[in-house]
């Protein structure tokens, strides 16, 4: 059976003892999954594992049916998107930015988006008034926020993990970036999100809670 990614066995330990024990975890490909629960929980781990920026200290997780630890890194964040928690914005304009990942050389064949095409985007996401010579770190969170969700869709990943996309914006862009959400995921992204909100779309096929580092499916 194709896999989108799963999770075998895998633990997790912070330096202080909190992480994530023993999770099985299975996502299929095109699957929609909404992830909740407290503050402190694991949530944020969660995905930083799926992500490959943290190591299970024991157990496997497999994309697309390959452990992540034999892709090579560059392919793997080809592949992946992901939007963190707290949005990483780099020195240099809004158009550095969003071009970042096609600095890569496993990105070198993809054709840049222009100007135009970027523009689109931003007024997609309700940031028409950001201009792509804007100084980036100058922008406000909610704006980085969209920066970065933009930024991890340019190149079309097969699984998108957000991390609270939308903490940091009014009602209005928020339901924008969930709408969008729902759009990709209905055009076939496979996508995992991690959420406060009260938002439970259509399109969500499964919530997941975490509760003290063990995830629970949720009714
Ligand atoms: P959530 O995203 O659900 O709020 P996290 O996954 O960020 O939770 O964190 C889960 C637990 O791991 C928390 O108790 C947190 O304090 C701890 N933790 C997270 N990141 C680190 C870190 N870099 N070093 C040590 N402990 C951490
Ligand atoms: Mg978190």
Not at 101 to 130: I, Q, T
Request: glycine share 10%.
């Amino acid at each position: 059976m194709e896999t989108g990614m799963e999770f075998v066995n895998v633990s997790y330990t912070w330096p202080g003892g909190k992480g994530l024990h023993a999770v099985n975890l299975a996502v299929a490909p095109g699957d929609f999954v909404m992830i909740a629960g407290p503050s402190g929980s694991g949530k944020s781990t969660l995905l930083r594992l799926a992500a490959r920026l943290e190591e299970p200290e024991s157990g496997v997780i497999r994309f697309q049916g390959t452990p992540l630890a034999e892709y090579a890194p560059p392919l793997l964040r080809r592949r992946i998107g992901f939007v963190q928690q707290t949005p990483v914005v780099a020195e240099g304009s809004v158009r550095d930015n969003l071009l970042l990942p096609f600095g890569f050389a496993v990105n070198r064949g993809e054709a840049k988006p222009d100007d135009e095409a970027l523009r689109g985007w931003l007024e997609r996401l309700a940031l028409a008034g950001v201009r792509l010579e804007d100084d980036a770190r100058a922008l406000s969170v909610g704006q980085r926020q969209r920066l970065c969700i933009i930024r991890s869709l340019l190149l079309r990943p097969a699984l998108l993990l957000m991390d609270e996309p939308t903490s940091a914006l009014d009602r209005e862009s928020r339901g924008i970036v969930e709408r969008m959400a729902e759009e990709l995921n209905a055009a076939g992204m496979t996508v995992l999100m991690v959420s406060h909100s009260e938002y439970c779309p259509v399109a969500v096929h499964r919530c997941l809670t975490v509760r003290d580092g063990r995830v629970e499916e949720a009714a």
